[in-house]
């Protein structure tokens, strides 16, 4: 019986260690081009600087509500290497946690799959965290709303599904913090309302990045081309 199910396995964790490998390669030329949690620079910055005075695709662009810098505020004022430690950290045990239901033969190539995005430091690891636990704790859709907001589907759902307890609870967490964020902060909220409205009416052509970063070189050399 051991036997059977190794064999009846035995592609999908061929493909998990394909995966794992392509995983690798791109994180590792992310981190050779721009050392780790690249993504989480942003975060970083946003207090260092005029908060939204960039554009969408423009390098270390903070592009998160005024709650989520206020969140990080305290993290961002220790040095940079524990800024981006914490958040590669949460990322990694994130993923680790979403994982756990798995055999460890298809979760650990599974988890250096996705090793690129627990190195860059982004928000996506949490976000799935939320997709999860935010089945049971409606509240917790606040953070996706307030970060990356497009994906903040959880609320669809319930309102598809007639629960409507739970839009409420979800609503009512984001609105909770959107009020504390602005009264402490009333200018950041106003500025990032620009902001969207500004580069709704200005994002006509793609945006975005490479899956795997280009030299400067190298887009030099193609857009001369």
Same mark, same amino acid.
């Given at each position: &019986?051991?036997?059977?199910?190794?064999?009846?396995?035995?592609?999908? !964790?061929?493909?998990?260690?394909?995966?794992?490998?392509?995983?690798?390669?791109?994180? /590792?030329?992310?981190?050779?081009?721009?050392?780790?949690?690249?993504?989480?620079?942003?975060?970083?910055?946003?207090?260092?600087?005029?908060?939204?005075?960039?554009?969408?695709?423009?390098? *270390?662009?903070?592009?998160?509500?005024?709650?989520? =810098?206020?969140? @990080?505020?305290?993290?961002?004022?220790?040095?940079?290497? +524990?800024?981006?430690? +914490?958040? +590669?950290? @949460?990322?990694? !045990? *994130?993923?680790?946690?979403?994982?756990?239901?798995?055999?460890?033969?298809?979760?650990?190539?599974?988890?250096?799959?996705? /090793?690129?995005? !627990? &190195? /860059?430091?982004? #928000?996506? +690891?949490? &976000?799935?965290?939320?997709? @999860?636990?935010? &089945?049971?704790?409606p509240q917790l859709w606040a953070f996706v709303a307030l970060t990356k907001i497009t994906p903040c589907?959880?609320?669809?759902?319930?309102?598809?599904?007639?629960?409507?307890?739970? #839009?409420?609870?979800? =609503?009512?967490?984001?609105?909770? @913090? #959107?009020?504390?964020?602005?009264?402490?902060?009333?200018?950041?909220?106003?500025?990032?309302?620009?902001?969207?409205?500004?580069?709704?009416?200005? /994002?006509?052509?793609? !945006?975005?990045? =490479?899956?795997?970063?280009?030299?400067?070189?190298?887009?030099?050399?193609?857009?001369?081309?």
């Open positions: &019986m051991v036997e059977t199910n190794l064999r009846t396995r035995l592609p999908l !964790v061929a493909l998990c260690l394909l995966l794992a490998a392509v995983g690798l390669i791109e994180t /590792s030329v992310h981190l050779d081009l721009t050392g780790p949690a690249w993504d989480a620079r942003a975060y970083w910055d946003a207090w260092r600087g005029g908060m939204y005075d960039g554009s969408v695709g423009d390098p *270390g662009q903070f592009l998160y509500s005024p709650a989520f =810098a206020q969140a @990080v505020w305290p993290l961002a004022h220790t040095t940079w290497p +524990v800024f981006a430690g +914490v958040f +590669v950290a @949460v990322s990694a !045990v *994130g993923l680790a946690w979403l994982l756990k239901p798995l055999p460890l033969t298809l979760a650990v190539p599974l988890w250096l799959a996705g /090793s690129q995005e !627990v &190195m /860059s430091g982004n #928000v996506f +690891v949490p &976000m799935a965290v939320v997709a @999860v636990l935010g &089945m049971r704790l589907l959880g609320p669809v759902w319930f309102a598809a599904r007639g629960e409507w307890g739970a #839009v409420a609870r979800a =609503a009512g967490a984001t609105a909770a @913090v #959107v009020l504390v964020s602005a009264v402490l902060a009333p200018g950041l909220w106003v500025d990032w309302g620009h902001f969207l409205v500004d580069q709704a009416r200005l /994002s006509d052509g793609a !945006v975005g990045y =490479a899956f795997l970063p280009r030299s400067e070189e190298h887009t030099s050399e193609l857009q001369s081309h």
